[in-house]
Each structure stands twice: as C-alpha cells, then as structure tokens.
C-alpha cells in the first residue's frame, strides 16, 4: 500500500524566514498531490494542488514543487508569519480526485 | 465559496448505541462525498467514498457494517456508527468535491468529534 511520509513532525522557524515543508511517498503514482492546512480540532483547508506532469506551483506566499522521479513534493511559505503556524497535511491523489490518502503532518510553529 | 457543513460538531454517545454524522454541501452538488476519521496527533484516513444513489465503497479493513453509510441525495451523505465502543472515538471529517473553472476542488467539513462512554 502506499506509504507518504512528512519527514519533520514538528518545525520552528523565526518570523520572516522560509519554511520548507518535505513530502515524500512510496508504492504509489499519484496523478495529484496536494498540500492543506488544519488548525487544532478542525477539518483541513485546501491550499494548493498540483499535477503529475507539474514541476512547479505558487499561490501568493506558497510554493509547492513535484519531482516524481524522487517522489517528493517540497512545500514552502515564504516570509512566514506566526499566523502560519498549523499543521500542514500532504495528501496523494489517483485519478479519482477526491480520495486522498494524507501523511501525518507537520507542526509548523512561527515565533515572532 | 463552496461549503461543507458537517452536524454534530460534538456527540457523546453511550457504548452500544449508534450516532449519526451528517455531511452537507450547501452551495453545490456533489455526487461523490468521502469519510475520514483521524485520531490525535495522527494522519487522516479514508474511510469510504460514498456515492449518491449507490452502495459506498470502503476502504481495506473498515467494516461496512460497523460505519453505515448513506449518500441519499446530492448534498447530503451521513455516516452512522452502529453499536459505538469506546475505540470508536475519533475525529469523523467528510469531504466533497466541488466542479468549478479551476477544476475540482476538495472542500473539507469541520470535523466531528465523537466519544463514546
């Protein structure tokens, strides 16, 4: 079955600097990968999807890339602020855009 | 923006008896709702893809019969825990699919927290 793996459970980073969030997976093609964001006790927001045959992605202060020969995806929010800080979920994606299969997640903490 | 609207946020149940959670979407159709659940400090697991006017189909190693679901029209779906046990308390959170020009789009529920005592 397919294995993802969020390689840091937890992140601290200083106000202004960039976080980069790492995703990597296994036994497993996706045709999507897609990074949220869920705060304590509530559902995940959706921040960016990007495709298989996408290298690269950005959204404001987020960037995601897909490299699927190493069958990683990097997450990073530039000039981070301590309003960034959440647990931030990398999920996989088949063809049927809908059923994900999500990593455990990283606790980005920001301090001012 | 699209919605998804999950009810209740919060149910306490006792051991043995069953607890309904309802998903809606509330500015669109969706023929294709999913259940999760999620247990602290742990990844979301798909449960089920529930399909409207059809069978759901489960994920490996969840028991149709223990999480009953029901997708009877296209903005609502309901996952029903028969005969609730204490592992059952979890975190249940649906998803649904939203068409729109940027292609599809998953929207998330809050989130429902069970316990069971």
């Known amino acids: 079955s397919q294995k993802i793996e969020q390689n840091s459970e937890a992140l601290n980073i200083q106000e202004g600097k960039t976080a980069t969030l790492t995703c990597n997976y296994t036994n497993y093609s996706p045709a999507y990968l897609q990074w949220y964001r869920q705060d304590p006790g509530r559902g995940p927001v959706f921040l960016l999807l990007?495709?298989?045959?996408?290298k690269e992605k950005r959204k404001e202060r987020l960037k995601v890339t897909f490299d699927t020969t190493l069958k990683q995806s990097l997450f990073h929010i530039t000039a981070s602020q301590p309003a960034d800080s959440a647990t931030y979920l990398c999920a996989l994606a088949g063809s049927t855009l809908g059923r994900l299969y999500f990593g455990r997640g990283t606790q980005l903490t920001v301090w001012p | 923006g699209a919605v998804v609207s999950q009810h209740p946020s919060r149910v306490i149940c006792k051991s043995g008896t069953s607890v309904k959670i309802e998903c809606r979407s509330l500015d669109f159709q969706a023929t294709t709702m999913f259940w999760y659940r999620q247990f602290p400090k742990k990844s979301l697991m798909l449960m089920a893809t529930s399909n409207e006017g059809s069978k759901a189909t489960y994920e490996q190693g969840v028991e149709k019969d223990k999480f009953l679901i029901n997708h009877a029209s296209l903005t609502l779906s309901t996952l029903t825990v028969t005969s609730a046990h204490p592992e059952d308390s979890s975190f249940y959170i649906c998803s649904a699919r939203s068409p729109g020009a940027a292609g599809n789009t998953i929207y998330f529920g809050e989130g429902s927290w069970l316990t069971v005592v």
């Open positions: 990007i495709r298989e045959n996408e």
